[in-house]
T-cell receptor, first 114, second 113 residues
Framework: AAGVIQSPRHLIKEKRETATLKCYPI?????VYWYQQGPGQDPQFLIS???????DKGSIPDRFSAQQFSDYHSELNMSSLELGDSALYFC?????????????FGPGTRLTVL | GENVEQHPSTLSVQEGDSAVIKCTYS??????FPWYKQELGKGPQLIID?????GEKKDQRIAVTLNKTAKHFSLHITETQPEDSAVYFC????????????FGQGTRLTINP
């Protein structure tokens, strides 16, 4: 079965640089969620999109922005990167409006800020 | 907002024994409780979930129980195997369209052969 695709899988950036993370949801899923997971921590919700509109917002820094495109893929843009932004970033998708709101997670992007 | 507490943080059991992980939640409006298994370097994988209109759900060696009154739910793994070793997260959410998951702190489960 098709799964959530994230790219790149690994990303190394310098402080103050920018990064763009991409997420391709499972086909026919119209909702995308972004989570950040620090070392040894649980995933923390950042932002979500439903039908290309922002649905909910968590503890996402103002330096970060995201959007969902017409093909339902989503991009998380991160600017003025800080050392503390080093983490795993997960995208999840769900078929809102279907029989379940189960969220299926992608493999993640490991961001390292030097 | 919702807050989920998970215990224990680490759990070590002998292969073949049972493992139990417990979570409590704060928001009585939450009605969806999934459990995820995360292996090193991988994304969380859903292993079982339960909705608030059900008290128990089983899937082979895995079961989840929910006590809405006490606001706690538990994961039970029977006949544990080495491949069950991973970090397990509970979570709580609302089934109301595009609702975020609030995770517990995670339990590192180690199965000793």
């Amino acid at each position: 079965a098709a799964g959530v695709i994230q790219s790149p899988r690994h990303l190394i950036k310098e402080k103050r640089e920018t990064a763009t993370l991409k997420c391709y949801p499972i086909p026919r899923h119209d909702t995308v969620y972004w989570y950040q997971q620090g070392p040894g921590q649980d995933p923390q919700f950042l932002i979500s999109f439903y039908e290309k509109m922002q649905s909910d917002k968590g503890s996402i820094p103002d330096r970060f922005s995201a959007q969902q495109f017409s093909d339902y893929h989503s991009e998380l843009n991160m600017s003025s990167l800080e050392l503390g932004d080093s983490a795993l970033y997960f995208c999840a998708s769900s078929p809102v409006g279907g029989s379940t709101d189960t969220q299926y997670f992608g493999p993640g992007t490991r961001l390292t800020v030097l | 907002g919702e807050n989920v507490e998970q215990h224990p943080s680490t759990l070590s059991v002998q292969e073949g024994d049972s493992a139990v992980i417990k979570c409590t939640y704060s928001d009585s409006a939450s009605n969806y409780f999934p459990w995820y298994k995360q292996e090193l370097g991988k994304g969380p994988q859903l292993i079982i979930d339960i909705r608030s209109n059900v008290g128990e759900k089983k899937d082979q060696r895995i079961a989840v129980t929910l006590n809405k009154t006490a606001k706690h739910f538990s994961l039970h793994i029977t006949e544990t195997q080495p491949e069950d070793s991973a970090v397990y997260f509970c979570a709580a959410s609302l089934i109301q369209g595009a609702q975020k998951l609030v995770f517990g702190q995670g339990t590192r489960l180690t199965i000793n052969p």
